[in-house]
């Protein structure tokens, strides 16, 4: 094929565009990196959008380069409209992933009020101006205020502040379990007990709290620390607490769940690895507790074992939007095969016409060395919707 020259104005513009795809009579390769970006000449390359890495038809990513970015974004991405605006905002120092997990259960009603991280006292520059763009309404549960303070952190100018105080980490997932049940009087409380000792098994939980305000407490492999025992205590004076212990028996014993039937009802819910353990927590579902998701039609987060504070900041896309559980890569090049399988058991189909089906939409958190766009895109595939197989209409069909 040859490249015309000497064409006038918008024929030109026109098929330089699809000379561009078609490589002008050569192949060009998306890996190549002496190439530019298909659909950008050298001279743009730097106009450069960002795909597939940064969306797909199926996947958002949020490319944070740490949780402070992450939270601030996705805070602001799950409320966009500044005439829905968050009733409060809730501000967690990043320096213990327990207490980052424990306070996404304030993302739930009545508070609704999404993660920020402080630098110790200092809040940082993405937790600012989200603040100043979400401008908060103030939170009746929590005293009209309009920004939670966990702990020791900052306390931004302008702003009514309610503070939970505690003397320790474990002291402050107390705290906020207490806030958190003192705006459900009367209801019977359900815990998710996870372990203190290791954050891939516990991350599961912050999306999951964050959708239904079910505070987090935290085990060890054996004991039950005080400040743990005390929380519960005062949660059983309220009504008998239906309790879930999240992760196996090689990490929170029997020994524990024995004493933790002291104060409820007890189920474990899990499995033996972080990957299995997210996956059967998805799918669980006794009663009212539990996502259930088995079937399709959802949304999903997606991120990397071994970074609870994402957890933290990712657990509005749970508590908002498609309300999705996170699954967990412990490896960002590929998707683990037990997670393959879940996403194939959710995936969605359609008989005559997908306009009628059912859709799941992944959000990635993480940059492209985090989840690389090769996992991506399978996660893309493995979500999109397909037609189903049925017999007799073989040559028709999608293979899924």
């Known amino acids: 094929m040859l490249c015309p020259t000497g064409l006038p104005g918008r024929a030109v513009l026109v098929l330089l565009a ?7 009579g050569r192949e060009v390769r998306s890996d190549d990196p002496s190439q530019p970006a298909l659909l950008a000449p050298p001279s ?3 106009e450069n959008l960002g795909f597939p890495e940064t969306a797909t038809k199926n ?3 949020v490319p944070g380069t740490d949780p402070t970015q992450t939270a601030a974004a996705i805070a602001r991405a799950v409320f966009p409209d500044p005439a829905r605006k968050p009733s409060a905002v809730t501000i967690v120092d990043g320096s213990d992933w327990r207490v980052a997990l424990a306070a996404s259960a304030l993302m739930a009603d009545p508070f609704r009020a999404p993660i920020l991280f402080s630098d110790g006292t200092t809040l940082p520059g993405p937790s600012q101006t989200a603040l100043d763009r979400l401008a908060p309404t103030g939170s009746k549960a929590a005293g009209n205020a309009q920004v939670i303070r966990v702990g020791n952190v900052a306390r931004p100018a302008g702003y009514k502040t309610t503070d939970i105080r505690g003397t320790n980490p474990l002291a402050l997932t107390r705290a906020i379990a207490g806030l958190i049940r003192s705006a459900h009087p009367g209801v019977a409380p359900k815990i998710v007990i996870a372990s203190s000792d290791d954050a891939s098994f516990a991350m599961p939980a912050a999306g999951y709290s964050a959708k239904t305000g079910d505070p987090i407490l935290f085990v060890t492999k054996d004991d039950i620390p005080a400040e743990t025992r005390a929380a519960l205590s005062a949660l059983r004076g309220l009504a008998k607490p239906r309790i879930f212990v999240l992760g196996p028996s090689k990490l929170i014993s029997p020994a ?4 933790l039937k002291r104060f409820g009802t007890v189920k474990r819910v899990g499995g033996q690895d972080p990957i299995t353990n997210a996956i059967e927590f998805a799918r669980y579902r006794d009663g009212t507790f539990g996502w259930g998701v088995a079937n399709p039609g959802h949304g999903m987060v997606f991120m990397r074992t071994g970074r609870p504070l994402y957890a933290a900041a990712a657990a509005p896309l749970s508590g908002a939007g498609s309300y999705g559980p996170l699954f967990l890569l412990d490896d960002g090049a590929r998707l683990p095969a037990a997670l393959q399988s879940q996403l194939l058991d959710t995936q969605p189909a359609y008989r005559t016409d997908p306009v009628a089906g059912v859709y799941n939409h992944g959000w990635i958190i993480g940059k492209t ?14 979500l999109e919707i397909v037609q189903e ?6 040559d028709d069909v999608a293979p899924r």
């Open 44 to 46: 743009q390359a730097k």
């Open 369 to 382: 060395d985090t989840i690389s766009v090769t996992a991506q895109a399978r996660i893309d595939a493995l």
């Open 18 to 24: 699809a000379l561009v795809v078609a490589g002008c």
């Open 389 to 394: 197989q049925l017999p007799g209409n073989l």
């Open 59 to 61: 996947t958002t990513r």
């Open 256 to 259: 524990v769940t024995k004493q």
